[in-house]
């Protein structure tokens, strides 16, 4: 099975402390339609909802499948696929049109805002995707929204559920960290990593949830959040998929990751640090 390392980084202080255990399930289902939730045990969840797969050839599911994916709340609406090789790179358009409604340009696996296209979503019977792909024609996905009210709403209970909360407590003597997100996301540590802001939802105590993005990082896939109150990161965590170890890549993103969440880090006040790893499979 997978392997993961995680990382959380407490802002409050310099130290690293494991959260608990990712998971998936299933929080409602439905013909069409199915409410997935995605967390960490104790830490934080996210919910989304996703279509059923529009297949390429129904005879055989494996060559390639798409999706429409919904986050809540920040409602955007996400034209995604599975086993498709350069499909999507060979596109050059792709609109999208509920019911005979106006068409919206949507970039495949790139999330657009999407309230009003939901909206339509409620009270329409199907959604059409288009690709264009030049001289070579088009290619036309339909998904229906037979059910669709129903598993909105279980979206929205899915996200209202509190989860756990781990207590941090701060070390005595140690500074309170300030870091702005925006200021973080325009650091050069964020342009050497390819780090942008893909989505975010609110947390029980307050504070908010903001899922980011890792392109320029070689290897297995990293996940990376940061939580904020306010403006302000108090705490940003990091998911190594696919891996037992820290390579020396891997090693330095968290080096690097900590000097832009606090200035004044140095690899001594790191290995000071009270941090632990735990691998799951």
């Known amino acids: 099975m997978m392997k993961k390392i995680m990382l959380v980084l407490v802002l409050l202080s310099s130290s690293v402390t494991y959260a608990g255990d990712p998971y998936v399930k299933t929080f409602y289902k439905g013909k069409n339609w199915t409410v997935q939730e995605v967390g960490i045990t104790g830490e934080f969840k996210q919910c989304a909802l996703r279509s059923s797969p529009d297949y390429f050839d129904s005879k055989y599911p494996k060559y390639g499948s798409v999706h429409l994916n919904i986050s809540y709340p920040s409602n955007n609406v996400t034209f995604s696929g599975e ?12 609109t999208l049109q509920v019911d005979e409604g106006k068409s919206v340009a949507i970039t495949p696996e790139t999330p657009i805002k999407g309230k009003s296209i939901i909206d339509s979503m409620v009270k329409g019977k ?17 998904f229906s929204l037979l059910g669709f009210t129903r598993a909105y709403k279980e979206l929205q209970a899915c996200a209202g559920i509190p989860s756990a909360q781990t207590k941090v ?61 306010g403006s302000n990161i108090v705490k940003a965590g990091v998911m190594f998929l696919g891996t037992s170890s820290l390579d020396e890549s891997k090693m330095s993103f968290v080096l ?7 200035p004044s880090t140095t690899p001594l006040h790191i290995k000071d640090c009270q941090w632990t790893i735990k691998l799951t499979q």
């Open 126 to 142: 199907v959604v059409k995707i288009e690709i264009d792909f030049g001289s070579g024609g088009y290619e036309l996905h339909t």
């Open 169 to 229: 407590v701060s070390p005595p003597d140690v500074s309170r960290l300030t870091l702005n997100l925006d200021s973080f996301l325009t650091s050069g540590f964020a342009k050497q990593y390819g780090i942008t802001k893909q989505d975010g939802w609110a947390l029980r105590d307050g504070s908010f949830n903001n899922e980011l993005s890792v392109s320029r990082l070689r290897g297995t896939g990293t996940m990376l959040s940061a939580s904020t109150k």
């Open 83 to 94: 086993n498709i090789g350069a499909y999507f790179k060979i596109a050059k358009q792709a």
């Open 256 to 262: 690097d990751l900590f000097k832009a969440l606090d």
